[in-house]
């Protein structure tokens, strides 16, 4: 039987589908990190010599929400 591709769209928050890797119905659950435009918004910012305003990209750009199988830990895609 020919492996059927199921396309699920992830969102911000936990998302539930089959786990390719373990196979199995879950929730996926959700861990955030930098966008990459952040750390390069901050750097600039440093380097331009404002030091007090380099922390804020972190707060206004999005960040990436990725997900994860909570049985078997398999990375199942991400989100900005």
Known sequence: MPYEA???V????PVVLTCPACNTRV????RTAP???T????ACLCILGCWLCC????FCVPPIV?????????YL????
Request: aromatic share 12%; proline share 11%.
């Open 39 to 42: 750390h390069c918004l901050a």
């Open 66 to 74: 990725r997900h994860y199988c909570p049985r078997c830990g398999a």
């Open 35 to 37: 966008n990459p435009m």
């Open 77 to 80: 895609g991400s989100c900005s």
């Open 10 to 13: 992830l969102g911000p928050g």
């Open 55 to 58: 922390c804020l990209p972190y």
């Open 27 to 30: 929730t996926t659950y959700t």
């Open 6 to 8: 199921i396309y699920v």
